[in-house]
């Protein structure tokens, strides 16, 4: 069993964000592995678990990102909760990616991945939480030629009739629960409520201080993913482009009115005054 989680190193979603160029600006000292990945990594270290010793000791999950050299924190926190290798994919080309680049980059370092070795599964987070776009999954698994499934909440690894490998997912949608089966390998994201993550051990913590990560430009990953009759330029390539940003204005100083009897009325002015009503 072979598992590549696709994770990404994203701003503290509490602190200010700035936009230089139309890019964000990101910190060493504010950044963190996205939340919603880590249920993605929960996952894949499950299903290894789950697996017989013999099956358990071949297998591997790797953790993937696309980033500057800040975004190995990422992959090191992902080491603490027990991944056994990192990649990270960074080039000038991509400085600015969008959705679609991103995607690309994931893709092509997967089937690089998978001339190595064959990958069996590629999981992913429901969203990053800087982005929300939650479209990196599928865009990667069309550009892979793999079947998707997304925000699925349980799913189990099985074989149909034929003996051939499929995986079988629960999602959890507005007013109905789907049950669906696609064939391996395929991309998956999980929701945050398909596991709870576990914490990191000290153990792995000091070891995860010196693990290597493999570093990754476009040219490296080129040859194998033109084997697989991807194109590197057109799948890195942005299509979107930011025009400009602001930053949100303030918010407004409360209006305190103190109740003397006409507290109703005020309230009714305020609302129509707002547009409220």
């Known amino acids: 069993m072979r598992i590549v989680v696709a994770v990404k190193y994203v701003p503290d979603i509490q602190s200010d964000r700035g936009f230089v160029d139309g890019r964000v600006v990101r910190t060493s000292d504010d950044g963190t592995l996205n939340e919603l990945d880590e249920n993605a990594v929960e996952a894949a270290l499950r299903l ?15 953790v993937l990102t696309v980033g500057p050299a ?10 603490q909760l027990g991944a056994d290798r990192a990649v990270r994919v960074t080039d000038d080309a991509l400085a600015g990616a ?29 969203a990053a939480l800087d982005g929300l776009g939650s479209v990196v999954p599928t865009i990667t698994s069309a550009a892979l030629g793999w079947p998707a499934v997304g925000l699925v909440t349980a799913f189990e690894l099985a074989q149909d009739a034929s003996g051939a490998p499929v995986l079988r997912a629960t999602r ?8 669906v089966e696609v064939p391996r390998p395929a991309v998956v994201s999980v929701t945050d ?6 914490f990191p051990n000290f153990k792995l913590i000091m070891a995860a201080r010196t693990k290597n990560v493999d570093v990754w430009s476009l040219a490296e990953v080129a040859d194998a993913a033109g084997s697989l009759g991807l194109d590197v330029a057109t799948l890195t390539t942005p299509r979107t482009r930011t025009l400009s940003a602001e930053p949100r204005p303030e918010r407004p100083e409360p209006e305190i009115v103190v109740d ?14 707002n547009e409220l009503v």
């Open 48 to 62: 290894v678990e789950a697996l017989g010793e013999e099956d358990r000791a071949a297998s591997e999950v790797v």
């Open 70 to 79: 800040d975004a190995e924190q990422a992959l090191r926190k992902a080491y």
């Open 98 to 126: 969008d959705y679609f680049a991103t995607a690309g980059a994931v893709a092509v370092a997967v089937a690089t991945l998978a001339a190595e070795r064959p990958v069996d599964l590629v999981l992913t987070g429901m």
């Open 172 to 179: 959890e949608l507005d007013g109905a629960t789907e049950q």
């Open 193 to 198: 409520h398909a596991n709870d993550p576990r």
């Open 260 to 273: 003397k009897g006409e507290g109703g009325i005020a309230l009714a002015e305020y609302l129509i005054r």
